[in-house]
């Protein structure tokens, strides 16, 4: 008998059926309006049923436009079995949950059970809610305000997910007071288990058979066993990561671990506030808990900077650094010892106690690996590193590759495993994602867009700009973008890699805006919510939106309200970055190049997602300017635009400014025939 040909999908049971499906006369075509049958993403969903009725690993990459989420949700819920759903963001989670899935299952009359599942701090928590509204602890009238709004809250709903109140925002300090964290859970021991919510949540998720979660619950269950994956897992027959390119950030996020002042911190106030509430008598708690606060605020004091990272080589052996952390470690053991003495009086000092340990075993923990050795008593190569923010210092150990430990998670139970996306691979070659993700010898395929980029959209790359590294670069980006701005009646992402330059380029446009007399609303990253901020960008028709990394993916503006994405730089990684230097070190000892096998990957990679937010129709136009000159002044800037969608290319400011002419002749045209 021949082995099956992983690479088509020709040979899959249920081929016929997912033609019948997705196909011309198909039952999508039918009952969704606009639905028109994609041969690429009748391909891809074809290829996912293969992998799911032979239990293999699949990397999927979809252009933009090709409906990869129905390509893979409809085999999930027809034949997946227990099915794991994992995608990027929050937002996301809640549209499959909220929108995706039940279209789905609706057209399909699928009889599916779906469960929603978040991390532990997006559910409320009665025992914390009661305590806080006993504490009387809340220094602000908003905050008041807010806490009356979450005890009415609490009363009717039934999830008890933060994002049902949307009166109370998501950043508000008071949900710190009102949500449990793994080291404040008082699991089974509470009285309010039967009724807790994140319980709730975990037993949905249990009997249901699609669950929808986040990267970041998926990695921390992994890291932490705190999210109710780990007892999801064994039982799942098919997991699916989509926007599977941030997997490799996400996991190595939890698979590292760190400890912060601010942890300490919180640990001092509830330390003084549990003693002097049940053991008054048994201490002098301020006289304990001072030194603590201090010693945490003294090791921040350290670094002089707001925002610093550094591996712990770069820190100078004379350095105060690391007798104010001996001194920390001297102060919270004391503190251990009074709580240890004082536990049996409280449950809520018990876990004070607790949560002592574990900060002064991790911090015990922390410290430097035999540079030398390969693995340390046979964990993976980590890097420490400290990073110092404006009123807190962290201290982290990353791993330097996440290929083994995520392997380890894979190994066992025969199951599917399909990673999607629409920017994995660097000009169709995957390497770079499989050795981050240690996906050797599994297939992997490309689905292109249907989209006809030739016609839709132009690649600019202006002429004359000085080196990005230079003094005045942020001022010539906007000098060059003005005029194509102004061409474009506004409708413009201007998509910056650091958020110094979104600053810059927020002040000169507003400036020039005025000078100018252009009457373009400016959103800029910072002053609102990213949800927020989109919504009134779409709403206002001409507006000019500026922001770095967040807006350079998960962000959707379809038709005309965006018709220009200016880039800044090649978004390249801070060479300092302590994990990049450490990582391309260990690739330059086996021989390998850290440019061309690691940055030059993520930059395109990162570049091709930025990218992707000009084109998101069939009839949407626009023209993506790059400004950086190394595209095409380097060797290697080629490969960077071949791995691009494939647009009309120009250098020519006249041709850009015509095709903006033209899109309004056409824009006014349509508006006549109204």
Not at 5 to 31: K, M, P, T, W, Y
Not at 274 to 296: F, M, N
Request: charged share 25%.
């Amino acid at each position: 008998m021949t082995e099956p040909n992983l690479n088509s999908s020709d040979n899959g049971v249920h081929d016929r059926e997912v033609q019948q499906i997705f196909g011309e006369s198909g039952v999508l075509s039918a009952s969704i309006q606009g639905y028109r049958p994609r041969e690429a993403q009748i391909e891809m969903a074809k290829a996912i049923a293969f992998a799911i009725e032979n239990q293999k690993t699949l990397l999927a990459e979809a252009g933009t436009g090709t409906g990869k989420t129905f390509a893979y949700l409809i085999p999930a819920l027809l034949w997946g079995g227990k099915v794991i759903v994992s995608t990027g963001t929050k937002n996301l989670q809640d549209q499959l949950y909220l929108r995706d899935i039940p279209t789905i299952k609706k057209v399909l009359k699928a009889p599916v059970s779906v469960a929603l599942l978040k991390g532990r701090a997006n559910y409320l928590c009665h025992f914390h809610l009661e305590r806080t509204l006993q504490n009387g602890r809340l220094t602000s009238r908003e905050d008041v305000g807010y806490l009356r709004d979450i005890s009415r809250f609490i009363k009717t709903t039934s999830s008890g997910d933060k994002a049902e109140l949307a009166r109370v925002p998501e950043t508000a300090a008071v949900w710190n007071l009102v949500t449990s964290t793994k080291d404040t859970c008082m699991g089974s021991e509470c009285q309010y288990y039967q009724d807790c919510f994140v319980m709730k949540a975990r037993k949905e998720a249990q009997q249901a058979d699609v669950v929808v979660v986040n990267h970041h619950l998926f990695f921390a269950d992994l890291a932490l066993k705190d999210t109710g994956i780990a007892e999801l897992l064994p039982s799942a027959n098919t997991v699916i990561f989509d926007e599977a390119h941030q997997l490799p950030e996400t996991a190595t996020l939890f698979f590292g671990e760190s400890i912060s002042t601010s942890q300490i911190l919180e640990l001092c106030r509830d330390s003084l506030a549990e003693g002097l509430s049940h053991a008054r008598d048994g201490a002098e708690w301020a006289k304990i808990v001072t030194p603590v606060e201090r010693a945490a605020r003294d090791l921040r004091l350290c670094f002089a900077q707001d925002s610093i990272r550094m591996s712990l080589q770069q820190i100078a052996p004379s350095s105060p650094f690391f007798p104010a952390l001996e001194t920390l470690k001297d102060s919270l053991g004391d503190l251990i010892g009074v709580l240890e003495k004082q536990a049996e009086r409280a449950e809520t000092i018990e876990q004070c106690r607790v949560r002592a340990v574990d900060l002064q075993t991790r911090l015990d923990d922390w410290r430097e690996l035999d540079p030398n050795a390969k693995e340390s008593k046979g964990k993976p190569e980590c890097v420490l590193w400290v990073e110092a923010y404006s009123t807190s210092l962290q201290l982290n150990k990353t791993p330097l590759s996440i290929a083994p430990i995520f392997n380890k998670q894979r190994e066992g139970v025969p199951r599917t495993w399909i990673f999607a996306s629409a920017t994995m691979a660097v000009k169709n070659d995957f390497s770079h994602y499989v050795s981050q993700m240690g996906l050797w010898d599994e297939p992997a395929r490309t689905w292109p867009s249907p989209f006809n980029y030739q016609e839709q959209g132009i690649l600019y790359v202006p002429d004359g700009m000085p080196q990005p590294n230079s003094r005045e670069y942020t001022d010539a980006v906007v000098d060059a973008a003005l005029p194509v701005i102004e061409a474009a009646g506004g409708r413009t992402f201007v998509l910056c890699t650091t958020n110094k330059a979104v600053k810059h380029c927020a002040e000169r446009l507003k400036d020039e805006f005025t000078k100018r007399d252009l009457n373009f609303p400016l959103f800029v990253q910072g002053d609102a919510g990213r949800t927020e901020l989109l919504d009134r960008f779409r709403a206002s028709g001409n507006g000019v939106l500026i922001g770095s990394q967040s807006f350079w993916e998960g962000v959707d503006v379809r038709g005309e309200a965006l018709s220009l994405v200016v880039i800044d730089k090649l978004p390249f990684a801070p060479p300092d970055d302590p994990v990049l230097a450490a990582r391309i070190e260990a690739m330059e000892k086996k021989g390998l190049n850290g440019f061309v096998h690691h940055q030059l990957p993520e930059a395109i990679i990162n570049l091709k997602q930025g990218a992707g937010r000009l084109i998101r129709d069939e009839t949407d136009r626009g023209v993506l300017m790059i400004c950086d000159p190394r595209l095409i002044s380097k060797p290697y800037g080629k490969r960077i635009w071949q791995s691009l969608p494939a647009f009309a290319r120009s250098r020519e400011l006249p041709v850009i400014l015509s095709f903006f002419a033209e899109l309004e002749k056409a824009r006014t045209a349509k508006l006549s025939q109204v």
